[in-house]
């Protein structure tokens, strides 16, 4: 990279390079999130129905403050911070092809939005209720977009998320049969139409990882390497197969600088595929068990434990960890980071923790090869 010439507004190739701009969610109007065919909140420890409709206020404004903490962290490290509208999401959503109750939230951009070098992807999504969730980032996209011609913004085909692209007996399959179609790769979502959200991606410079899982189909893979393998990136599919419900590779599989892996202890990666990283001297380092069980999650949370690991890094040597993960934190102390601890559980029942609240659009660096 030429150092003299300023960075294009969006340029970020993996997960660690200096930051220098972020995007971090906003709790407000935020909902429960709706049952539907590819998707079924359920309770933590009881078996009363998921409340529905918008969360109280009070809920909101914990995450809202602890949302504000992490902005606040991160200006004081001299990044660029800004946030997207908060949408009315409490009315039914009608279209031609589905209807909901409500929409969710915005609090986790990653999902939805993600930087692939100069290039801004806004995923297709895979649950109703996220659908028009890009409309909540379109004032910020518009910003990079208009102002640096060497951004580029491209929309992932939206599918219809009509009842015939999930599997809706998923929810209640037996132990047997999860046993036997998680070697399959298939989850609630069919493989008929594109379908990918932007959280089962993992990017190591030219090399993307992506997720086969609840809320990526074969299809949507399929589409993203026809995307972005003719622009240099090579796009890399991965399973983690002891993961029964898999959503969002950043609780599972975490690179922290070149050569350095987080990897979820619980989830290994099919064999074969960790090969890669082996060949070129990757460590890989498995992530020491959260402090809460999954059991004692906050109650309406529907992410596992491993919301531990789901870190953001400033840059190769400093890391933002969730202020409980003591283990997490003395670990990573060892390998030599600085940790940054923040308050964040009240944000945990809005999808994730801080790798799933942010979208990063601007760090230093370029394209890489670090699998030569
Ligand atoms: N949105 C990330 C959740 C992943 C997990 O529950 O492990």
Redesign the pocket.
């Known amino acids: 990279m030429n150092h003299s010439a300023p960075l294009p507004l969006v340029n970020s190739w993996n997960e660690w390079d200096p930051l220098r701009e972020i995007i971090v969610g906003v709790a407000d109007r935020a909902c429960f999130e709706p049952a539907e065919p590819g998707y079924r909140p359920a309770l933590r420890d009881s078996d009363e129905p998921f409340p529905t409709g918008p969360k109280p206020a009070e809920m909101v404004d914990r995450a809202n403050e602890q949302l504000d903490g992490l902005v606040r962290v991160l200006q004081g490290q001299g990044v660029t911070v800004r946030r997207p509208d908060a949408l009315d999401l409490t009315r039914p959503l009608k279209t031609p092809t589905f209807e909901v109750a409500n929409q969710y939230c915005v609090v986790?951009p990653?999902?939805v939005m993600i930087t692939l070098g100069n290039e801004i992807v806004e995923a297709t999504m895979s649950r109703r209720a996220r659908y028009f969730e890009y409309q909540a980032y379109r004032k910020l996209v518009y910003s990079y977009w208009n102002a640096d011609p060497r951004v580029a913004w491209t929309v992932a085909p939206k599918p219809s998320m009509a009842d015939a692209m999930y599997r809706e007996d998923f929810w209640e399959w037996p132990l047997e049969k999860r046993h036997a179609e998680m070697h399959n790769s298939e989850f609630c979502v069919t493989q008929d139409e594109v379908v990918f959200d932007a959280?089962d991606m993992s990017r190591f410079g030219r090399d993307v990882l992506v997720q086969e899982s609840m809320t990526t189909n074969r299809a949507g893979i399929h589409w993203l390497k026809r995307h972005l393998e003719p622009r240099g990136f090579r796009v890399h599919p991965v399973h983690f197969p002891l993961?029964f419900?898999?959503?969002?590779i950043?609780?599972?599989f975490v690179p922290l600088r070149p050569g350095l892996v987080l990897t979820?202890p619980e989830r290994p990666l099919r064999e074969g595929e960790e090969r890669m990283f082996h060949d070129n001297g990757w460590e890989l380092v498995e992530a020491p068990q959260p402090t809460s069980a999954n059991d004692e999650m906050p109650r309406y949370c529907?992410?596992?434990?491993?919301?531990s690991m789901?870190v953001l890094s400033v840059s190769p040597s400093t890391v933002v960890c969730e202020e409980r993960e003591k283990p997490l934190h003395d670990l990573l102390d060892k390998l030599g980071f600085e940790v940054l601890p923040v308050p964040f559980r009240d944000v945990f029942e809005y999808?994730?923790?801080l790798h799933?609240a942010t979208w990063d659009v601007r760090r230093e660096g370029t394209m890489e090869d670090y699998f030569p």
């Open positions: 986790c990653r999902d959280a993961d419900f898999p959503s969002h950043d609780c599972t979820n529907q992410s596992s434990k491993w919301l789901n999808g994730g923790s799933c």
